[in-house]
């Protein structure tokens, strides 16, 4: 399978303060990357999708202004958690989508856990 | 009509048994349906993934049946060990306002004993 990095894989940060997280498709170009977020023992809840050169779009719920994509390039995706607050703390993953025989393959990242104390 | 329904929520298998998971939706749009194995604190792989104009689909323990009419699909898991213990998540793609999304299902936790 493709290979999608996404880093870090941990951080803690202080209330207040913000977060930026990277996520890249190491090995193959992205039509469309998204942005994940996961509660313990829950699925996944999706924040955001993002396509190169444009401006992300929401779910519903999802506060724009609170977290920040930014889709610079084919390969790479960024997702910023500003002024981040203890509710915030969760495990967010990317995935990157490419076509394939087959049909759309969406790929995830390693996932980050970011804790605000 | 968006949800994918996914059961059971947890699961038990003895090591060398058959792991069954289903999945369900409702909306015919579905185009694409992969199955994702996660370990804690990892991000979800992608397993194994079918398209509705096909029944089966195998790749070494993991196959996947497809039922079309009846909106159903499941993963089969071979002779189970202990190293397949994971969540597993089955999922639905279809194009949507332009880009394609992928619905996911609740998650199965899969322990297999040794």
């Known amino acids: 399978g493709a290979v999608v990095s996404q880093h870090p894989s941990r951080v803690i940060c202080k209330s207040g303060t913000s977060v930026k997280i990277e996520c890249r498709s190491l090995?193959?170009?992205?039509?469309?990357m998204f942005w994940y977020r996961q509660f313990p023992k829950q699925s996944l809840m999706l924040m955001a999708t993002s396509n190169e050169g444009s401006k992300a779009t929401y779910e519903q719920g999802v506060e724009k202004d609170k977290f920040l994509i930014n889709h610079a390039s084919l390969t790479l995706s960024t997702l910023t958690v500003t002024s981040a607050h203890p509710e915030d703390s969760s495990f967010y993953i990317c995935?990157?989508?490419?076509?394939?025989?087959?049909?759309?393959?969406?790929?995830f990242g390693q996932g980050t856990r970011l804790t605000v104390v | 009509q968006q949800q994918v329904k996914q059961s059971p929520q947890s699961l038990i298998v003895q090591k060398g048994g058959i792991s069954i998971i289903n999945c369900a939706y409702e909306n015919t749009a579905f185009d694409y349906f992969p199955w994702y194995q996660q370990f804690p604190g990892k991000g979800p792989a992608l397993l194994i993934a079918i398209r509705p104009d096909v029944s089966e689909k195998k790749e070494g323990r993991f196959t996947i049946s497809f039922n079309k009419s009846a909106k159903q699909f499941s993963l089969h898991i071979m002779d189970s060990q202990p190293g397949d213990s994971a969540t597993y998540f089955c999922?639905?793609?279809?194009?949507?306002?332009?880009?394609?999304?992928?619905?996911f299902g609740t998650g199965t936790r899969l322990k297999v004993l040794a």
């Open positions: 995935s990157a989508s490419r076509q394939a025989q087959a049909g759309t393959e969406a790929f």
């Open positions: 090995d193959f170009q992205a039509t469309t």
């Open positions: 999922a639905a793609g279809a194009k949507a306002s332009g880009t394609y999304k992928y619905i």
